[in-house]
Each structure stands twice: as C-alpha cells, then as structure tokens.
C-alpha cells in the first residue's frame, strides 16, 4: 500500500545548487503529483523551514532533508540523511565543517581552468551562487555553458571538472562515520545516494555497504534520476542483501538541466520496504 505514496526524497534548491527556491519546488512537486517530499540540499540545511512551510501551504507531506558529502577511500559519495532534527547542534556544526572549505577550492578550480586559458571563472560561477557558503562544480558548469565554453553542463563535467580534468580539485569531505552519526543522531535516517554513481570496484562498493550499515544506515536509493533499469535491479538485490530499506529521490536541480522531474520515477519494487515505512514519525 504505502509502495503507492509517490514519495520524492531527493532534490536541490538554490540554498545549494539547485536553481529554484524551495517554496518553487513545493509548487513543483505539489503540480507532479508528489505525496511525500523532502527537500536535500548538499550540505546545508537553511531551506528546510522554507520547504516545510511551503510543503504545507502546497498540501503535501514533508521530510527535513540533506545530501552530506563524503570522502570514502578517495572517493566522494553522497548520503542523505531523512528525517533530522534541523536544530540539531552536531549536526549543524557537522555540515558547516563540510561546507568549509568549499570557496577556497573554488579560488583553486579557477586557477586550474586560468592554466588552460579560461580566465574569470570564479566570479563567473559566483553570479550562479545562492548561497556563499555553498559554490559547488554545478555553478562553475552553468557559468562555462554561459561563456560558451561548452554547449551543455555534462559536457563541462566531462571537459573540465572531473578527476583529471583542469577545473578538478581533490577534495577531501566529511568522513562516513561521521556524516552516518551526524544524521541518525539528529533523529533521521542515514541513507546512500545515487550508489551506481561512484566509481568503486565490486570490492569497495562491498566494503562501503558493509561500513555503511555497521555505522547505522539504514537506506539506500534504489530509484533515482541517475540510474538505468538495471541499476535498480542491482540496488534492490543490494537491499535485500544487506538488510536496506529503498529509497526513491529523483535528485532534481534545475527545470531543462534535470533529466528526471519532481515525482516522475516508477514505483518501488513490491518486495522492497520503502524508507518512509520507517519514517513515519517524522513527516510533518
Ligand atoms: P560538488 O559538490 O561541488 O563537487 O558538485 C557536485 C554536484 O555536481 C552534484 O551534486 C551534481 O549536482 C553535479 N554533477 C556532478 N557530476 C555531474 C555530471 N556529470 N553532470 C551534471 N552534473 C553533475
Ligand atoms: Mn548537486
Ligand atoms: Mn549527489
Ligand atoms: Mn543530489
């Protein structure tokens, strides 16, 4: 029964690197048919009052939300957390650690795209920013599309801003450990995101799952804008494999960027048990 709520657990606002304010997205979601929301924006959790009181205003249930960035074995992956306190000390002080040093790798990405002759990009990628504490690569490829250095953003993420490439910067995020009990010790629900996303060996993604549940995890996104068919497949048996409950997010940002809009995934498989099921004391 609850398989028919159309929850949609994953999205980006313009408090991180979203292009809509959060009161758009609830007009969003509300238009999509989206029952159950919750808005994650990377590390960061100044649009969740904004989000709440617009869920309400639209009629739809709300979860507070959150996308942490993570380091593990060298890799960034993604967890969100559903569910937390927003007021949360730990938490707060946990995710501004996170954000920290995000400006001077901006300075950094800048001068590595300077050495190849695109100069300006870092005031460039500021006149995307919503927010100072958050300039993330989504605002630096909005701007490089802008100038014409490339005809669309994942050509810029392929081009120049990932491992190798002159606009990356190593960075090193939140620990998993830390991230998992920031969430679950805020009262909400730790789970992985975009899992096909990360670029590990059957090996690491094996040892990723099994620290992940053993720091207290409880979910992963089974249906998410960023997965094939046959991802789903293979994180639902993951689910079961690793005891998981499944979450479903599209992890929209921007209205023609996104390839998956508000509350327009499948259904969760029958046999999973979705993530909400166990959250039911914190929808708002
Ligand atoms: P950052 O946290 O600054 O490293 O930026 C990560 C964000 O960049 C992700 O949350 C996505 O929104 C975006 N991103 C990463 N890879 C891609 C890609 N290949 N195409 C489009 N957006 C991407
Ligand atoms: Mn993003
Ligand atoms: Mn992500
Ligand atoms: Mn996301």
Same mark, same amino acid.
């Given at each position: 029964m609850t398989h028919l709520i159309n929850a949609d657990l994953h999205c980006h606002s313009t408090v991180s690197d +979203? /292009? *809509?304010?959060p009161e758009a997205l609830a007009l969003r979601a509300k238009a999509n048919g989206v029952d159950l929301w919750a808005l994650t924006d990377h590390d960061e959790l100044g649009g969740q009052a904004r989000a709440m009181q617009a869920a309400h205003e639209a009629g739809i249930d709300y979860l507070t939300g959150v996308e942490v960035s993570v380091t593990f074995l060298h890799v960034t992956v993604h967890i969100v957390g559903l569910g937390i306190d927003p007021t949360n000390k730990d938490l707060l002080e946990g995710l501004r650690a996170t954000r920290g040093g995000r400006e001077e790798r901006a300075r950094e990405m800048a001068a590595g795209l300077a050495k190849v002759g695109i100069e300006g990009v870092f005031e460039g990628a500021l006149k995307y920013? +919503?927010?100072?504490?958050l300039i993330s690569r989504s605002h630096f490829a909005r701007y490089l599309v802008e100038a014409g250095v490339c005809s669309d953003i994942s050509a810029v993420f392929r081009k120049? *801003? /990932?491992? +190798?490439?002159?606009g990356f910067v190593p960075h090193r995020w939140a620990a998993l450990g830390d991230a998992v009990r920031w969430i679950t010790q805020a009262g909400g629900m730790a789970v992985i995101a975009h899992p096909a996303r990360y670029d590990f060996t059957p090996t690491q993604e094996y040892a990723l799952f099994t620290e992940f549940k053993a720091h207290g995890g409880q979910g992963v996104e089974v249906l998410t804008g960023a997965h094939s068919p046959a991802d789903a497949l293979k994180y639902a048996g993951m689910c079961e494999e690793f005891g998981l409950l499944a979450s479903r997010g599209?992890?929209?940002?921007s209205p023609g960027e996104s390839r998956i809009d508000l509350g327009q995934l499948p259904d969760l498989p029958g046999n999973l048990t979705p993530v909400w099921e166990l959250l039911q004391n914190r929808i708002h």
């Open positions: +979203g /292009t *809509l304010e920013v +919503g927010n100072p504490e120049y *801003l /990932t491992e +190798g490439k002159p599209s992890d929209f940002h």
